[in-house]
């Protein structure tokens, strides 16, 4: 068996540009720097704000419907809305037929920060 020199396993690897899941990473980085500004003016970050809109395209979702959209786990999502609920922007109720479920519905002070948040990110656009 040889060994492969650095040289060959780096032509063999190609170069990091030569990724798209660092294309993608790159970008998720981009974004998060463009948007942290605004976001931090009104008082939210990136996950709460992508939380915000979901809720004002569908408002009174299951935590699993929005786990979906997200592509986040309740483990991650729950302490995300316990903490937009502290803040006043959103309400978390257990479903009426199902008590296993909680909904999550925005308010208006939410409403409002959503709004906000639009304005200054078509401004960032």
Do not use: W
Request: proline fraction near 2%; hydrophobic fraction near 40%.
């Amino acid at each position: 068996m040889t060994q492969k020199t650095k040289s060959q396993n780096t032509d063999m690897a190609g170069s990091l540009a030569d990724y798209l899941c660092f294309a993608v990473y790159s970008a998720n980085l981009a974004f998060n720097r463009a948007y942290k500004p605004f976001l931090e003016e009104i008082g939210i970050t990136y996950p709460q704000y992508v939380t915000l809109v979901a809720l004002s395209e569908q408002d009174d979702q299951t935590v699993s419907q929005l786990g979906e959209k997200l592509f986040l786990e309740s483990s991650t999502l729950t302490p995300l809305l316990k903490r937009l609920e502290a803040m006043g922007h959103v309400t978390r109720r257990r479903d009426a037929d199902d008590e296993r479920q909680v909904r999550v519905s925005l308010t208006e002070a939410g409403r409002t920060v959503f709004e906000k948040s639009v304005l200054h990110a078509r401004a960032a656009d």
